[in-house]
């Protein structure tokens, strides 16, 4: 509806025309009721547009929340379906290199252990799994860790052969004292997995040497620690899914 509109109050009396005082006192203040309830009427009409106005604005901050759940829910389809990914499942059984997303924040995960019975969802369990994104021919940057405390030759990460044809791998160990960084380029060809190794930096000397095999349905990146002393190893990976 329009707006209530206020009459314009006649002219107010002046003591420079003093012949016309009492006439314009009259007709002014006459006309001051008047002007009350008409301010009062805008009043109150404003006040309901206002209120329209913030309703109208809860209606969108709800819409636009769902809307923004809608589409997390359809990039967190389209990426698990790109990768195969289901929802994750409270208790269920899952082997290294399942990938699922999860219904908290859509987000998609790879497992990094074989695990059955977990409560915890895959973005609060960095035991279990790990971040990763679809995109491009290449999967997401993700990591693992692992620590040992023994010179044998131990695996620290560990790839679905399904999964991943091939792997740009960084890996930082620290002994606490000393640290290594260094690059490795793997693929595999379903039977055998090859690395080189390059780009290595020390801060003293090397504190393991790598190699990768295949054990059963996976690809596995091992350390051959120089030291039996507690070493951390971190393994940030860019890996790369089969082409359809």
Request: charged share 15%; hydrophobic share 40%; proline share 5%.
């Amino acid at each position: 509806m329009a707006y209530p509109p206020i009459t314009t109050l006649p002219s107010p009396p002046s003591r420079q025309d003093p012949a016309n005082f009492a006439t314009e006192a009259d007709a002014f203040l006459g006309a001051l009721p008047d002007f009350g309830d008409e301010a009062n009427a805008l009043g109150s009409y404003l006040d309901g547009v206002a209120s329209d106005v913030d309703t109208d604005a809860t209606a969108a901050a709800a819409s636009a929340s769902a809307a923004a759940t809608s589409a997390a829910n359809a990039a967190a389809s389209a990426t698990a379906a790109s990768l195969e990914a289901s929802a994750w499942s409270s208790g269920a059984s899952y082997t290294v290199g399942s990938v699922v997303y999860s219904p908290i924040d859509f987000q998609t995960y790879r497992a990094i252990t074989t695990h059955s019975g977990e409560t915890t969802d895959p973005s609060l369990d960095v035991t279990n799994w790990v971040s990763i994104s679809a995109g491009g021919g290449g999967g997401g940057l993700t990591s693992q860790t692992a620590t040992t405390t023994t010179t044998s030759q131990t695996s620290i990460a560990t790839y679905a052969i399904a999964d991943y044809t091939a792997m740009e791998l960084t890996v930082v160990a620290d002994d606490g004292t000393d640290r290594t960084i260094t690059k490795l380029l793997v693929v595999h060809d379903g039977t055998t997995a090859v690395a080189t190794q390059y780009g290595e930096v020390n801060t003293d000397t090397a504190l393991a040497t790598y190699d990768v095999d295949i054990s059963g349905s996976d690809v596995r990146l091992l350390a051959t620690p120089a030291s039996s002393a507690s070493t951390d190893f971190t393994t940030k990976e860019n890996l790369f899914e089969p082409v359809t």
